[in-house]
């Protein structure tokens, strides 16, 4: 591989202080990404700065308010066999287990999964549809945005020069969740997916108050439709809006039509799951 | 630039001198000389690079070799002891669960993650655990007979 100068921080301040230096200073975390696009030739970084030795930056924890928060140096792996996200946020341990292969999983982080921006991945649909939130720290502070806010486009990111992610947050679900994932690969199974498509049905008591669909790994953006007061009649009409709504990126996986057809159908019946198990 | 590491690998502590560029791959293979470790695709796809660190299966080919520091590393070259082989590498013999044996070695320790893990996985899940490595020869038959030999017997 191409050479470059490995950084090793201990902190997120020093860490800072080493990606404030320049355009071709990066963070790497897994490297699954990263390192591939080095090979590749597509980057030249002088200097990469190593996340990765980070002190206590991979922690899973939920405070008393039901806020979940995942240190951005949590592996895949360990966000999809975390007993808090199990227990939780089963839709993101079981989008989480769609990611890549095992050997991937055990090295790529959240972090650097957000990060990188790439549009072909599963968690940012799902999180989007959790009203997730990025935890962004610098050389100047820290800030926290929404994550829909977060990722602007193909490989864009809010991120600033200096910046890193240091953690994604989950708000506390009020009432009930019930969800499912749906993942399409048009080629091998553990490929990137062609479509992931979230639904989530929100209860409170008996009654579901909100419906959700959010389309990720289609479009260069999440696209996310709520609805208040759901009836099981009205929910083919949103997986119908989807489709309409979404600006498909045609591509190997496929054109763009063939995209919004899989947003109707996997829509429909991600939908139609979330409901049947929400009210059988 | 160069990092002072101290890793275990297959059982035996180590001090390596690493580049900042060099995976866990190439210190496996160009440095220490372990050439079991066979690298197909470097991009993190085919998995005959699979190596087990702490007991869990990574693609070497994505793993900078610094981060190898304090670990407990296992190749291909850790299972045979005092010429007997492994259980795994015993059962893939027995149903020839390979060809030309250039995805093994990764097959081997997949298999042996796997079964760290999980010693009692039913079909469905060693599919799913073992889709990402690939055979270019198309064994997959007889890998999942030798998995069953390894798991139905009693332990
Ligand atoms: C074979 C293969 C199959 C895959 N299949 C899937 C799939 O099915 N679904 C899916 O969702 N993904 C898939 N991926 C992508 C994988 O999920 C990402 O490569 C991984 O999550 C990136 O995380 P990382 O820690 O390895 O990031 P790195 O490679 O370390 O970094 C990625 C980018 O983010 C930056 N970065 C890293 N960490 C931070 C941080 N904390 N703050 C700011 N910037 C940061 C880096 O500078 C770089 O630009 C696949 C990857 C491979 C190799
Ligand atoms: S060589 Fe590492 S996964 Fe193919
Ligand atoms: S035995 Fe030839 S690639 Fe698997």
């Known amino acids: 591989m191409r050479n470059f100068d490995l950084l090793e921080p201990k902190t997120v301040t020093e860490a800072c202080r080493m990606l404030d230096d320049g355009e071709d200073v990066r963070p790497v975390s897994g490297g699954t990404a990263l390192l591939i696009l080095v090979k590749q030739g597509l980057l030249r970084p002088r200097t990469l700065v190593n996340l990765k030795k980070l002190e206590g930056a991979n922690a ?4 008393e308010a039901g806020a979940v928060r995942i240190e951005a140096m949590a592996t895949i792996h360990q966000v999809e066999t975390s007993p808090v996200v ?8 079981a989008a989480c287990h769609q990611v890549a292969n095992i050997r991937i999983r055990h090295l790529a982080t959240i972090g650097g999964n957000l990060a990188h921006g790439d549009h072909q991945s599963d968690p940012p649909g799902v999180l989007v549809a959790l009203d997730a939130e990025v935890e962004l720290s610098g050389t100047r502070g820290t800030r926290a945005m929404k994550l829909a806010d977060f990722l602007l486009g193909t490989y864009e990111t809010a991120l600033e020069p200096g910046e890193m992610v240091t953690a994604v947050t989950v708000p506390p679900v009020r009432g009930r969740l019930v969800s499912d994932y749906l993942k399409f690969t048009t080629g091998s199974s553990e490929e990137r997916p062609c479509a992931g498509i979230t639904a989530l ?3 409170e008591g008996d009654r579901p108050v909100e419906a959700r669909l959010a389309v990720g790994a289609v479009a260069a953006r999440p696209l996310l439709l709520c609805e208040t007061d759901p009836t099981e009649g009205a929910l083919p009409r949103m997986a119908e809006r989807a489709s309409e709504e979404i600006d498909p990126i045609p591509d190997l996986r496929g054109s763009a039509e063939y995209k919004r057809h899989l947003v109707r159908v996997l829509g429909r019946r991600a939908l139609a799951a979330a409901w049947k198990e929400a009210c059988p | 630039m160069r990092h002072l590491i101290t890793a275990t690998v297959n059982g035996r502590e180590r001090e390596l001198s690493v580049k ?31 190596v087990l660190v702490d007991g869990k299966p990574v693609s070497s080919c994505l ?7 304090g670990r407990d590393v296992l190749t291909i070259e850790s299972l045979a002891r005092d010429g007997n082989l492994d259980p795994v590498q015993q059962a893939f013999l027995d149903r020839q669960a390979f060809q030309c044996g250039f995805c093994t070695p990764g097959m081997i320790m ?3 993650g796997l079964l760290n893990e999980n010693p009692k996985p039913d079909e469905a899940e060693v599919r799913d ?15 999942m007979a030798a998995i069953e030999d390894l798991t139905a017997k009693p332990q």
């Open chain 2, 110 to 112: 997949a298999v042996k």
């Open chain 2, 129 to 143: 655990y073992l889709s990402g490595n690939i055979c270019r020869c198309g064994t997959y038959v007889e890998v």
């Open chain 1, 86 to 93: 199990r227990e939780h946020l089963p839709v993101l341990a």
């Open chain 2, 20 to 50: 900042s560029s060099q995976t866990l791959l190439d210190v496996l293979r160009d440095d220490l000389r372990l050439k079991g470790t066979h690298e197909g695709c470097s991009v993190g796809v085919c998995g005959s690079c699979t």
């Open chain 2, 63 to 69: 793993m900078l070799a610094s981060n190898a520091e």
């Open chain 1, 201 to 203: 049905v929100r209860l």
């Open chain 1, 60 to 63: 899973i924890t939920r405070d």
